[in-house]
């Protein structure tokens, strides 16, 4: 009896380590490098070009850092762009458990960009910060050059590309604040917080009311006080 104790402990502890390693082994994230088509107007008439597209979230402080990288330029220029005129930026559509975009911007170009030949986007940055906890997908929305003065291309997907990165969202807090959730009316000091005449008018009669009844009282203490 007591070695078939043992063997059902160490089976047990066996099970038990083996099930926190496959927790501790699960990934937060998930990354794929996905060829994006991207489908461009700019101010030279439309242009395409097909460039992998990668993103990947590190968490800082309550929220993630979310880097976007092109590998290959999405269009060319017809003129030189000096150094320092021109400006990515792109947008991250939101999917799974959060909805709407990351907004991600890159750095001006740190050096000239020599005519018709494909521009480097290079890696834009943003900050994603969540509002519940859940599984949230990233997906390669809008891209915009803007390069002296204006937007000179704006890029859109055309081959409806998967998400490039899935991120599991833990440790978000429910309160106020929350996805889904109304903070409550706000209160000065410890009055009652009004939302309307009527709650006015109830107000003052409530008070009309109290300030009725204590003057009765008072008359009635008199009253009793003089009869004596």
């Not at 991250?92 to 000239?112: C, E, F, I, Q, R």
């Not at 997907?157 to 309160?175: A, C, H, W």
């Not at 000065?188 to 006015?200: A, F, R």
Request: hydrophobic content about 40%; overall charge positive.
């Amino acid at each position: 009896m007591p070695n078939r104790r043992r063997t059902t402990a160490a089976l047990t502890a066996v099970v038990a380590v083996a099930g926190a390693t496959v927790l501790a082994g699960a990934p937060a994230a998930r990354a794929v490098v996905v060829d994006v088509n991207y489908a461009c107007e700019t101010k030279i008439g439309p242009k395409s070009a097909v460039s992998p597209v990668d993103v990947k979230a590190v968490k800082s402080g309550g929220g993630y850092t979310i880097t976007m990288s092109f590998e290959k330029g999405v269009s060319d220029s017809p003129v030189e762009l000096p150094k320092g005129v021109m400006t990515p930026r792109a947008e991250l559509v939101l999917g799974g458990d959060a909805s709407g975009t990351v907004k991600v911007t890159g750095t001006p170009n740190t050096a000239a960009v020599p005519p018709d030949t494909p521009i480097r986007i290079g890696t834009l940055t943003g900050t994603f910060t969540p509002k519940k906890n859940g599984r949230v997908t990233f997906t390669a929305g809008t891209l915009t050059v803007h390069a002296l003065g204006m937007d000179a291309a704006v890029c859109t997907p055309k081959n409806n590309p998967k998400p490039s990165l899935e991120l599991q969202v833990t440790g978000v807090s429910g309160g106020a604040g929350s996805e889904g959730d109304t903070p409550p009316p706000a209160t000065d000091g410890d009055q009652l917080p009004k939302t309307g005449p009527l709650d006015s008018a109830l107000a003052l009669g409530t008070l009309g009311g109290t300030v009725l009844l204590t003057g009765a009282a008072g008359v009635l203490w008199l009253t009793r006080r003089t009869a004596r």
